[in-house]
């Protein structure tokens, strides 16, 4: 991603209709100094790495660091991608379930956007976890 892409979720689940309003904030570094301002009003993040490769906990602190500028309590979601790559995979669930935990996360999830697996569950999950938050 390059710069920052919007899109639109729309979930079906325990009779809740849900629009997730997803804002893609992409890596590049030239575009940090704007993301303060993107994550104003954030009531959730997703955190995606790459499973071919192992995270540097630099990075995964200063994601978190900008996602929880507003809200310190936000939830995130760690999503591990490309696990269709089997052969390839550096960070096992345990690696992960370790940067879930050190950072407060709220769950880990694999995902493949190659084979779709786990994709939808990440969005469905973090919709369940924003309308719980929101009736209490």
Known sequence: T???DFFTKELNF???????QLWDLGGQKR???????????ARGALLLFDLTMMPKIGNILEWVNIVRLHDINL?????????????????DDEDATHIKNTF????Y??????TGFNVENVFERLAKILTKISKY
């Not at 325990?14 to 997730?20: E, G």
């Not at 575009?31 to 009003?41: H, I, S």
């Open 104 to 107: 407060n996360m709220i769950d």
């Open 31 to 41: 575009f940090r100094y704007l993301l303060e301002n993107y994550v104003m009003g």
């Open 109 to 114: 999830i694999k995902t493949s956007a190659k």
């Open 2 to 4: 390059v710069g920052v």
């Open 75 to 91: 939830p995130i979601i760690l999503v591990g991608t490309k696990n269709d790559l089997e052969d390839f995979i550096a960070v």
């Open 14 to 20: 325990d009779n809740i209709h849900c629009s997730l």
